[in-house]
């Protein structure tokens, strides 16, 4: 049982013990979750497309017919640079495949034993951005694929002959390497070779990596610190690393605040003031083994939103590159009226948006974005969470302070709370994936809450 499942029921049972609550209601909560991403996952292998550009292929002038093999010529692979091939492969033949459902490019050297492959697969969506979800895909399509293999820092599928690598290199990109019997001991050198034009390092809690020094690979997704409350990408290779976290709420209300915070919990040492990005920030060091004393820059982004982006040593050079090179992402376009790119697509004739001018809330590890509509029965209130935090439950006592409570489904979630405040106002709260939800109506408009629960939508889910 996952941390998350174990902490939601316990605060369940605690809060809601004369309420007669369901012990597994975090059970219902995850098997739900399990059963809508293997729904996606089918209407996905029937509607993805992908128009594959051509790459032109160099023309190679050949060489008199003799006894010397032909040189290798490298390409481009759908945009991915292929930076090691071994000698004598001549010039590849790239053509579109589709394996496991997922199109891609594939370019072709050699033949038969002096083979090697290079596949390009760009998925329009990755369910729930889950590598698991989309290897498990490729595992179907070749039974000789299997598990418990790291390529490039990240999880991979080989074969025993070692002749097959598949790794997801980010979201929306996966690479594989094949190699024929005379070339599998280059297939990691292969694969450690390609390089996606423009080196970036993918999305992590609302910024965009646009540049990642050479030699760092992604670990793996996002992770989540429970006891401190904060959010972590790691990207490491032959003795370097970097690593970027995100801490929201009362910690990181303004710069001062969250030196203070990385002092207590990340070993911070020093902390000169610092614009970073525009932002009030500071130049710091932090005493971490694996990254030999690493450089640091934090930052409020903006208030309840702080960003510390640590590096070992031998990447100083490239700190300020990586800084400038980091661009806040263009929310996906939220249906009907937005709360913090949460879409509230139903709302009562005539009412108008009043949002109240201290339309923030900090917590411990959680910042929440509020706004309000009004209207001639009463107003309506919703309040969008984000934060590491939202991974848990250890937070509910403090956003629901005073809120009387009672455990049953939400909308289409089977695991939510029913809430009453002392002034008569009905709300329903609820967890999705990265946020959590907390919808409430006037005495007058309680018959409206489940149109308006239901009319919620978040476009990145």
């Given at each position: 049982m996952s941390n998350l499942e174990n902490e939601l029921r316990q605060a369940m049972i605690e809060e809601t013990t004369d309420l007669g609550a369901p012990p597994d209601l975090a059970q219902q909560a995850m098997r739900r979750a399990r059963q809508r991403r293997s729904s996606h996952l089918k209407a996905l292998a029937v509607a993805a497309t992908i128009v594959v550009g051509a790459v032109a292929v160099p023309?190679?002038?050949?060489?008199?017919?003799?006894?010397?093999?032909?040189?290798?010529?490298?390409?481009?692979?759908?945009?991915?640079?292929?930076?090691?091939?071994?000698?004598g492969l001549g010039t590849p033949e790239q053509e579109k495949v589709r394996d496991g459902g997922i199109p891609g490019t594939r370019a072709t050297w050699g033949s038969g034993d002096d083979e090697v492959l290079v596949t390009v697969y760009r998925p329009t969506v990755l369910e729930s951005r889950d590598p698991e979800v989309m290897l498990a895909r490729?595992?179907?399509?070749?039974?000789?694929?299997?598990?418990?293999?790291?390529?490039?820092?990240?999880?991979?599928?080989?074969?025993?002959?070692?002749?097959?690598?598949?790794?997801?290199?980010?979201p929306d990109l996966v690479l594989r390497v094949t190699v024929g019997a005379r070339h599998r001991s280059d297939l990691r050198a292969i694969a450690d070779g390609l390089e996606p034009e423009g080196r970036t390092g993918g999305v992590f809690e609302g910024l965009l990596l646009t540049y990642l020094p050479a030699g760092l690979h992604l670990d793996g997704p996002a992770s989540v610190n429970?006891?401190?409350?904060?959010?972590?990408?790691?990207?490491?290779?032959?003795?370097?690393?970097?690593?970027?976290?995100?801490?929201?709420?009362?910690?990181?209300?303004?710069?001062?605040?969250?030196?203070?915070?990385?002092?207590?919990h990340q070993d911070?040492?020093?902390?000169?003031?610092?614009?970073?990005?525009?932002?009030?920030?500071?130049?710091?060091?932090?005493?971490?083994?694996?990254?030999?004393?690493?450089?640091?820059r934090l930052w409020v982004e903006k208030q309840g939103l702080g960003y510390i982006l640590a590096i070992s040593r031998p990447l100083a050079p490239e700190l300020d590159r990586i800084v400038d090179g980091l661009?806040?992402?263009?929310?996906?376009?939220?249906?009907?009226?937005?709360?913090?790119g949460i879409g509230v697509t139903y709302l009562p004739p005539g009412f108008q948006r009043t949002t109240p001018r201290g339309n923030m809330r900090f917590g411990t590890g959680w910042s929440a974005t509020i706004d309000r509509w009004s209207g001639s029965r009463g107003d309506i209130e919703v309040t969008v969470v984000r934060g590491g935090v939202v991974h848990s439950s250890?937070?509910?006592?403090?956003?629901?302070?005073?809120?009387k409570?009672?455990?049953?489904?939400?909308?289409?979630?089977?695991?939510?709370?029913w809430t009453t405040d002392p002034n008569g106002w009905r709300g329903a709260f609820w967890v999705?994936?990265?946020?959590?939800?907390?919808?409430?109506?006037?005495?007058?408009?309680?018959?409206?809450?489940?149109?308006?629960?239901?009319?919620?939508?978040?476009?990145?889910?």
């Open positions: 023309v190679y002038l050949g060489v008199q017919a003799s006894s010397v093999a032909s040189p290798t010529r490298s390409a481009v692979v759908d945009g991915v640079q292929v930076g090691y091939l071994p000698p490729f595992k179907e399509s070749s039974s000789a694929l299997r598990g418990g293999v790291l390529v490039r820092g990240r999880p991979g599928l080989t074969t025993l002959a070692d002749d097959d690598l598949v790794w997801v290199e980010r429970g006891s401190t409350s904060w959010t972590q990408m790691r990207w490491s290779g032959n003795d370097v690393s970097m690593r970027l976290l995100a801490v929201r709420g009362a910690d990181a209300e303004d710069s001062q605040t969250l030196l203070a915070w990385a002092r207590a911070l040492s020093g902390g000169t003031p610092k614009k970073v990005r525009g932002k009030p920030g500071y130049s710091a060091t932090l005493d971490d083994p694996e990254q030999r004393q690493a450089h640091v661009v806040p992402v263009e929310p996906a376009p939220a249906p009907g009226e937005s709360v913090d250890q937070w509910l006592n403090e956003f629901l302070r005073g809120e409570r009672r455990p049953a489904p939400v909308g289409r979630e089977p695991v939510g709370i999705a994936p990265g946020v959590a939800l907390h919808v409430k109506v006037g005495p007058g408009l309680a018959g409206e809450l489940d149109k308006i629960v239901e009319g919620i939508q978040d476009p990145n889910s």
